[in-house]
């Protein structure tokens, strides 16, 4: 069985993954896995930008209160602090790694999002992660420690279990992954490994993230014995396009920054007055169920979202990556309104980890979407997603030189055994359960829940769950077959949390439980 061996593991090649490779291969030899090509993960779909307090009026303190404002008081407020008061810096070294801001005049240009009290969101047009991901991703390939190996999908954690001895330790040496191009199944170890891998948007049906978003890191960490948490709080973007041809087009929070208008096509009227004093500029979860709300009211397939009153050079100048888009399905936005739709966007919650990105398990760490950090609480600020991914990346890498002298090297670890299974005859079953499964969570575990609803989704995973176990016990692994397991477990614990939370908090709104508690507590659970 090929594979590789390195100090330090990073499966995921996006900007918390390439960052925290970047602060350990000046010490260590460091192999990031990516689940397709090196560029494929959520970070380069990312439009908006990234959240610094850089504005002389702004202060770390607004954006510390604008953060716990739009999680609804489930954050915890030092991991907050520690964020907000390290992104001027992350900026800072991001410059210094070519990536090209807006500027405006001597200073860099920042926009303002929903939720947010200033400006202060730095940006590189409508197109910040895709130049961000280029930015890393070149330094990583000129750094001589850094392998990157695309096309492997992770299957789970190597761990204790596997070891030829046994040692029951709780340890994670590695991961198994399945080489796309060859089929085979490939053993990467390390001293220390890192989950950034990303969130869990495929699990809906609706979806503004790329096609590997899985859960894959959430799942392997679950099944290996790390808690999670938060996992009800799924965040729904309010604007994605709709448009039969192009289902997850996201139309950047900005476009509402910069004065974009929500109108309702059928009574023409501007609709966010009757549900918040701050309009478009709501947080996230307040203006998608106001959309959700005006479809389902009036039997709409999507509300207008209008700038074309905005002088046209300064449309096509802030958001030219967007207007080329829709110019090509033929929409013109600096004339006429875009139709949008929620979609799921974000993973709010995931794998617990402390503030130096370590899990429950020995020598396994986290950063990013595929963790619960305390930043997010119950609703994710627009734009402190990628500055999340800069901090805990480089919070990740500072934990492992400082406890490196206490992790150990890898034992002998068992090489994948497919001595007992055959190749599958029955992809199409695959399909229709991966179909199965977002359409189920997309109707019964979406925006508005109920209690009902969620027990529905629950037994039709419980079903499901015999089903897939089966499948991965008699026959090889593939790709398909991975994803379909992840999201299946990642759709069980949403469901279970959801299920535990008798309150309505941020993105978790559920008919029965209407009323936010006086105390807000996370949501937990243990494998």
Same mark, same amino acid.
């Given at each position: 069985?090929?594979?590789?061996?390195?100090?330090?593991?990073?499966?995921?090649?996006?900007?918390?993954?390439? !960052?925290?490779?970047?602060?350990?291969?000046?010490?260590?030899?460091?192999?990031?896995?990516?689940?397709?090509?090196?560029?494929?993960?959520?970070? #380069?779909?990312?439009?908006?930008?990234?959240?610094?307090?850089?504005?002389?009026?702004?202060?770390?303190?607004?954006?510390?209160?604008?953060?716990?404002? +739009?999680?609804?008081?489930?954050?915890?407020?030092?991991?907050?602090?520690?964020?907000?008061?390290?992104?001027?810096?992350?900026?800072?070294?991001?410059?210094?790694?070519?990536?090209?801001?807006?500027?405006?005049?001597?200073?860099?240009?920042?926009? /303002?999002?929903?939720?947010?009290?200033?400006? /202060?969101?730095?940006?590189? #047009?409508?197109?910040?992660?895709?130049?961000?991901?280029?930015?890393?991703?070149?330094? +990583?390939?000129?750094?001589?420690?850094?392998?990157?190996?695309?096309?492997?999908?992770?299957?789970? $954690?190597?761990?204790?279990?596997?070891?030829?001895?046994?040692?029951?330790?709780?340890?994670?040496?590695?991961? =198994? +992954?399945?080489?796309?191009?060859?089929?085979?199944?490939?053993?990467?170890?390390?001293?220390?490994?890192?989950?950034? &891998?990303?969130?869990?948007?495929?699990?809906?049906?609706?979806?503004?993230?790329?096609?590997?978003?899985?859960?894959?890191?959430? #799942?392997?960490?679950?099944?290996?014995?790390?808690?999670?948490?938060?996992?009800?709080?799924?965040?729904?973007?309010?604007?994605?396009?709709?448009?039969?041809?192009?289902?997850?087009?996201?139309?950047?929070?900005?476009?509402?920054?910069?004065?974009?208008?929500?109108?309702?096509?059928?009574?023409?009227?501007?609709?966010?007055?009757?549900?918040?004093?701050?309009?478009?500029?709501?947080?996230?979860?307040?203006?998608?169920? @106001?959309?959700?709300?005006?479809?389902?009211?009036?039997? $709409?397939?999507?509300?207008?979202?209008?700038?074309?009153?905005?002088?046209?050079?300064?449309?096509?100048?802030?958001?030219?990556?967007?207007?080329?888009?829709?110019?090509?399905?033929?929409?013109?936005?600096?004339?006429?309104?875009?139709?949008?739709?929620?979609?799921?966007?974000? &993973?709010?919650?995931?794998?617990?980890?402390?503030?130096?990105?370590? &899990?429950?398990?020995?020598?396994?760490? +986290?950063?990013?979407?595929?963790?619960?950090?305390?930043?997010?609480? @119950?609703?994710?600020?627009?734009?402190?997603?990628?500055?999340?991914?800069?901090?805990?990346?480089?919070?990740?890498?500072?934990?492992?030189?400082?406890?490196?002298?206490?992790?150990?090297?890898?034992?002998?670890? /068992?090489?994948?055994?497919?001595?007992?299974? !055959?190749?599958?005859?029955?992809?199409?079953?695959?399909?229709?359960?991966? &179909?199965?499964?977002?359409?189920?969570?997309?109707?019964?575990?979406?925006?508005?829940?109920?209690?009902?609803?969620?027990?529905?989704?629950?037994?039709?995973?419980?079903?499901?769950?015999?089903?897939?176990?089966?499948?991965?016990?008699?026959?090889?692994?593939?790709?398909?077959?991975?994803?379909?397991?992840?999201?299946?477990?990642? @759709?069980?614990?949403?469901?279970?949390?959801?299920?535990?939370?008798?309150?309505?908090?941020?993105?978790?709104?559920?008919?029965? =439980?209407?009323?936010?508690? @006086?105390?807000?507590?996370?949501?937990?659970?243990?494998?």
């Amino acid at each position: 069985m090929s594979g590789s061996s390195s100090d330090v593991l990073i499966v995921g090649s996006g900007a918390a993954g390439l !960052t925290a490779a970047l602060n350990l291969a000046d010490r260590f030899q460091v192999t990031v896995l990516a689940k397709g090509a090196l560029n494929e993960g959520s970070t #380069a779909w990312a439009q908006g930008g990234i959240a610094a307090v850089l504005e002389p009026g702004d202060t770390f303190e607004n954006h510390v209160e604008d953060t716990i404002v +739009a999680g609804a008081g489930l954050n915890d407020r030092d991991v907050v602090e520690f964020v907000v008061e390290n992104a001027p810096a992350a900026i800072d070294r991001l410059l210094q790694l070519g990536v090209p801001f807006a500027t405006e005049g001597n200073a860099l240009h920042l926009t /303002r999002e929903g939720g947010h009290s200033h400006r /202060r969101i730095v940006h590189v #047009a409508d197109a910040t992660g895709w130049a961000v991901q280029e930015a890393l991703q070149r330094a +990583a390939e000129r750094h001589p420690n850094i392998t990157m190996i695309p096309d492997q999908v992770a299957i789970d $954690l190597a761990t204790s279990r596997h070891e030829q001895r046994y040692s029951g330790a709780g340890h994670v040496w590695g991961v =198994y +992954a399945v080489d796309r191009k060859t089929g085979r199944v490939n053993l990467h170890t390390a001293r220390a490994t890192v989950l950034a &891998t990303g969130g869990a948007g495929r699990t809906y049906l609706f979806s503004t993230a790329p096609r590997g978003a899985t859960g894959d890191g959430i #799942a392997m960490a679950w099944r290996a014995g790390a808690r999670v948490s938060n996992m009800e709080f799924m965040q729904f973007h309010p604007t994605c396009l709709y448009n039969l041809q192009v289902k997850n087009f996201l139309i950047t929070e900005a476009v509402r920054g910069e004065g974009g208008r929500l109108i309702n096509p059928h009574t023409g009227k501007r609709f966010m007055e009757d549900y918040d004093a701050r309009l478009e500029l709501a947080p996230r979860d307040v203006v998608a169920r @106001a959309i959700d709300a005006e479809i389902k009211r009036d039997g $709409l397939d999507h509300v207008h979202l209008d700038i074309s009153h905005q002088p046209p050079e300064f449309v096509r100048e802030h958001f030219p990556n967007i207007y080329e888009k829709l110019i090509g399905l033929g929409i013109d936005m600096t004339a006429s309104p875009i139709p949008v739709v929620p979609a799921q966007h974000y &993973t709010c919650g995931g794998i617990v980890i402390d503030r130096g990105g370590r &899990t429950d398990l020995p020598g396994l760490f +986290a950063a990013g979407e595929c963790t619960q950090s305390g930043l997010h609480g @119950a609703n994710r600020l627009a734009s402190n997603s990628l500055l999340e991914c800069f901090v805990f990346g480089e919070a990740v890498a500072e934990s492992i030189k400082g406890g490196w002298d206490d992790l150990a090297a890898p034992p002998a670890i /068992r090489a994948w055994d497919e001595s007992r299974v !055959t190749d599958s005859d029955e992809e199409v079953v695959i399909k229709q359960n991966w &179909t199965e499964i977002r359409r189920f969570m997309w109707n019964y575990v979406g925006i508005v829940r109920t209690t009902k609803r969620l027990q529905r989704a629950q037994n039709r995973i419980r079903m499901l769950t015999d089903e897939i176990a089966d499948h991965y016990g008699h026959f090889r692994v593939t790709p398909d077959l991975i994803e379909l397991r992840n999201l299946l477990q990642t @759709a069980d614990l949403i469901v279970r949390s959801a299920l535990a939370r008798h309150e309505s908090r941020g993105l978790h709104y559920t008919l029965d =439980y209407p009323d936010m508690l @006086a105390e807000a507590r996370d949501t937990i659970l243990v494998p």
